[in-house]
């Protein structure tokens, strides 16, 4: 009896090890799915989302500087307050909260040029000394010029990468009807851009 | 038996950790303080915290600011602060001028802090000189003093003297402003700094080729002119700051010289993303270039151009070349408008 009770019990902890074996490679390939689904198409120049700037409050937006996230660096964007718009990695960029996806201007083919440019427009950004500005997407000086360039920003929030980015070329992110374009140099364009008028979540 | 149980074990323990990377668990450790002071809003979004702290003392709000910028890392979750800048600036018409004045001064205020307050001194028509006084603040966050000189309406002479004064940052944004409010005194100041042989930080160099690029956009070549950009070339060769060097690409693209624009694209030790920035930057030259000035030697040049950045916006000139006899055989120009009608994009027009 006794060695027939042994025996039925270690057939169920092996029928559990098996079970716990198969939830093991699904829980695997879960984690892998949400990366891998999206790394065989080229991401450079789509926008990116992350979750949980604490307690889930708001998220974090950066654009891909590269096809994928195995290469080094491959995200461009304005962490904080430290930084201002900097070439990042793919752990300092989700920076222990979760992807959300990635994201393109709804109007947009996004082509190999089209990307190319997204994506050096962005380096532009990186390259003009910008900090990091709580209130506003971006904040600028372009004196009586009619559009805003990379070198008239002093400051921007993580959100105005991707704003100022595809805006740039003409694909509307947020912003009402006729003040959408962040790159017009127009005090209404300004605060439609200001606040939370947009945000991070917002604008995916 | 015993070593079913062990790798039911292993398995347990494998399939917790493979939901969560170590990364995780380090920023769960160091997120406790931040998560303590935020849970009360889990559930609700940036909006509805507004909405909640519009009604809150302004004491309280500001109390609640800094609590939240000491425990949140700085460098990553800054849009945490969003609703609570937002509800502070709401309150602008219950602090004084000088009351924002002391709370900047203060040294337990953070970045975050410092820099609304600055924006909400500025939107009370507050006074610049003070702010100006906070430039040589020790304590004060360089952010924030970028903020004070790219918000705030200095003499000419005054973002001359910041711009001379500063060796760091500073010195770009002094530049930034300067050029937009006078672009002759924006010019006389770099020109002095590329001129000369004396050795500047890196900041001083981007803030005088940001500077130079934007005089020689707007205005025409003068005599000096030439020695600068051989000297850029030189800098762009020899330094080995990533930001300098893009910054010295992005000033020489600025300048609307075709001389200029065949060195960058025929350049390499400059990458792609330079070239596509100066292709965009030179549309405008690259269309009047077909238009009045072209040769088999510039049109080979513009068709090489646009098969590394194919704008469709040329095209319609191309093909009123295909009707030239000098050019009508021309096997890579018809293959160049077809690449274009292929991969083109449509240009941008924003560059005045």
Same mark, same amino acid.
């Given at each position: 009896?006794?060695?027939?009770?042994?025996?039925?019990?270690?057939?169920? !902890?092996?029928?559990?090890?098996?079970?716990?074996?198969?939830?093991?490679?699904?829980?695997?390939?879960?984690?892998?799915?949400?990366?891998?689904?999206?790394?065989?198409?080229?991401?450079?120049?789509?926008?990116?989302?992350?979750?949980?700037?604490?307690?889930?409050?708001?998220?974090?937006?950066?654009?891909?500087?590269?096809?994928?996230?195995?290469?080094?660096?491959?995200?461009?964007?304005?962490?904080?307050?430290?930084?201002?718009?900097?070439?990042?990695?793919? *752990?300092?960029?989700?920076?222990?909260?979760?992807?959300?996806?990635?994201?393109?201007?709804?109007?947009?083919?996004?082509?190999?040029?089209?990307?190319?440019?997204?994506?050096?427009?962005?380096?532009?950004?990186?390259?003009?000394?910008?900090?990091?500005?709580?209130?506003?997407?971006?904040?600028? *000086?372009?004196?009586?010029?009619?559009?805003?360039?990379?070198?008239?920003?002093?400051?921007?929030?993580?959100?105005?990468?991707?704003?100022?980015?595809?805006?740039?070329?003409?694909?509307?992110?947020?912003?009402?009807? *006729?003040?959408?374009?962040?790159?017009?140099?127009?005090?209404?364009?300004?605060?439609?851009?200001?606040?939370?008028? !947009?945000?991070?979540?917002?604008?995916? | 038996?015993?070593?079913?149980?062990?790798?039911?074990?292993?398995?347990?323990? /494998?399939?917790?950790?493979?939901? =969560?990377?170590?990364?995780? &668990?380090?920023?769960?450790?160091?997120?406790?303080?931040?998560?303590?002071?935020?849970?009360? &809003?889990?559930?609700?979004?940036?909006?509805?915290?507004?909405?909640?702290? =519009?009604?809150?003392?302004?004491?309280?709000?500001?109390?609640?600011?800094?609590? %939240? #910028?000491?425990?949140?890392?700085?460098?990553?979750?800054?849009?945490?602060? %969003?609703?609570?800048?937002?509800?502070?600036? #709401?309150?602008?018409?219950?602090? =004084?001028?000088?009351?924002?004045?002391?709370?900047?001064?203060?040294?337990?205020?953070?970045?975050?802090?410092?820099?609304?307050?600055?924006?909400? &001194?500025?939107?009370?028509?507050?006074?610049?000189?003070?702010?100006?006084?906070?430039?040589?603040?020790?304590?004060?966050? %360089?952010?924030?003093?970028?903020?004070?000189?790219?918000?705030?309406?200095?003499? /000419?002479?005054?973002?001359?003297?910041?711009?001379?004064?500063?060796?760091?940052?500073?010195?770009?944004?002094?530049?930034?402003?300067?050029?937009?409010?006078?672009?002759?005194?924006?010019?006389?100041?770099?020109? #002095?700094?590329?001129?000369?042989?004396?050795?500047?930080?890196?900041?001083?160099?981007?803030?005088?080729?940001?500077?130079?690029?934007?005089? &020689?956009?707007?205005?025409?070549?003068?005599?000096?002119?030439?020695?600068?950009?051989?000297?850029?070339?030189?800098?762009?060769?020899?330094?080995?700051?990533?930001?300098?060097?893009?910054?010295?690409? $992005?000033?020489?693209?600025?300048?609307?010289?075709?001389?200029?624009?065949? $060195?960058?694209?025929?350049?390499?030790?400059?990458?792609?993303?330079?070239?596509?920035? /100066?292709?965009?930057?030179?549309?405008?030259?690259?269309?009047?270039?077909?238009?009045? @000035?072209?040769?088999?030697?510039?049109? @080979?040049?513009?068709?090489?151009?646009?098969?590394?950045?194919?704008? %469709?916006?040329?095209?319609?000139?191309?093909?009123?070349?295909? =009707?030239? $006899?000098?050019?009508?055989?021309?096997?890579?120009?018809?293959?160049?408008?077809?690449?274009?009608?292929?991969?083109?994009?449509?240009?941008?027009?924003?560059?005045?």
């Amino acid at each position: 009896m006794e060695s027939r009770g042994y025996s039925n019990m270690n057939k169920k !902890i092996k029928m559990l090890n098996i079970c716990l074996t198969l939830i093991l490679v699904a829980s695997l390939s879960m984690n892998y799915n949400g990366i891998e689904a999206s790394a065989s198409t080229d991401w450079s120049g789509y926008a990116i989302y992350r979750d949980g700037v604490l307690g889930n409050l708001n998220d974090h937006a950066g654009l891909m500087d590269e096809p994928d996230i195995s290469y080094y660096k491959p995200v461009i964007h304005a962490p904080g307050i430290g930084n201002g718009v900097i070439w990042d990695s793919w *752990d300092n960029f989700l920076n222990g909260n979760n992807y959300i996806g990635i994201y393109r201007p709804k109007n947009a083919t996004m082509t190999s040029t089209l990307q190319d440019s997204f994506v050096s427009k962005a380096r532009e950004l990186k390259n003009a000394g910008l900090s990091y500005n709580i209130l506003d997407q971006i904040v600028y *000086d372009a004196g009586s010029d009619t559009w805003v360039r990379p070198e008239h920003i002093s400051h921007i929030r993580c959100d105005g990468v991707v704003e100022y980015v595809y805006e740039w070329y003409g694909y509307r992110v947020g912003g009402p009807d *006729d003040e959408w374009d962040i790159t017009r140099n127009l005090t209404a364009n300004y605060w439609e851009h200001s606040g939370f008028f !947009i945000t991070p979540r917002k604008q995916h | 038996m015993k070593n079913s149980l062990i790798i039911t074990l292993i398995l347990v323990f /494998a399939i917790l950790f493979s939901n =969560t990377s170590p990364g995780v &668990y380090g920023e769960n450790f160091k997120k406790n303080k931040s998560d303590v002071i935020l849970s009360k &809003y889990i559930g609700k979004d940036a909006k509805e915290i507004y909405k909640i702290k =519009t009604n809150e003392s302004k004491e309280a709000l500001l109390k609640e600011f800094k609590e %939240i #910028e000491e425990s949140i890392n700085l460098d990553r979750d800054m849009t945490v602060l %969003i609703p609570f800048a937002v509800a502070l600036m #709401e309150k602008k018409d219950s602090f =004084t001028n000088d009351e924002i004045l002391s709370i900047i001064k203060d040294e337990d205020v953070g970045p975050g802090l410092e820099s609304t307050l600055i924006q909400m &001194y500025n939107r009370k028509n507050g006074n610049k000189n003070e702010l100006k006084k906070l430039l040589k603040d020790n304590k004060i966050d %360089i952010n924030t003093k970028k903020l004070i000189i790219g918000t705030n309406s200095f003499s /000419a002479k005054e973002l001359k003297n910041f711009f001379k004064e500063n060796d760091n940052v500073l010195a770009i944004s002094a530049i930034k402003k300067l050029m937009v409010n006078d672009l002759e005194l924006n010019s006389e100041i770099v020109k #002095e700094v590329l001129l000369s042989s004396q050795k500047v930080t890196d900041e001083k160099l981007i803030a005088s080729y940001i500077g130079i690029g934007e005089y &020689y956009n707007k205005k025409k070549s003068d005599n000096v002119k030439n020695i600068i950009v051989e000297k850029m070339k030189n800098e762009f060769k020899r330094n080995k700051n990533e930001m300098v060097k893009d910054n010295i690409i $992005y000033s020489l693209a600025k300048m609307n010289d075709l001389n200029i624009l065949k $060195y960058i694209i025929n350049s390499k030790d400059i990458d792609k993303e330079l070239k596509v920035s /100066a292709i965009e930057r030179n549309l405008v030259l690259l269309i009047e270039t077909i238009q009045n @000035d072209i040769s088999e030697e510039n049109l @080979d040049f513009v068709l090489d151009v646009m098969q590394l950045h194919p704008i %469709i916006d040329i095209n319609n000139d191309l093909k009123k070349l295909t =009707t030239n $006899y000098q050019f009508s055989n021309n096997k890579k120009l018809l293959d160049t408008i077809s690449y274009i009608e292929k991969n083109g994009i449509k240009g941008v027009f924003k560059y005045e």
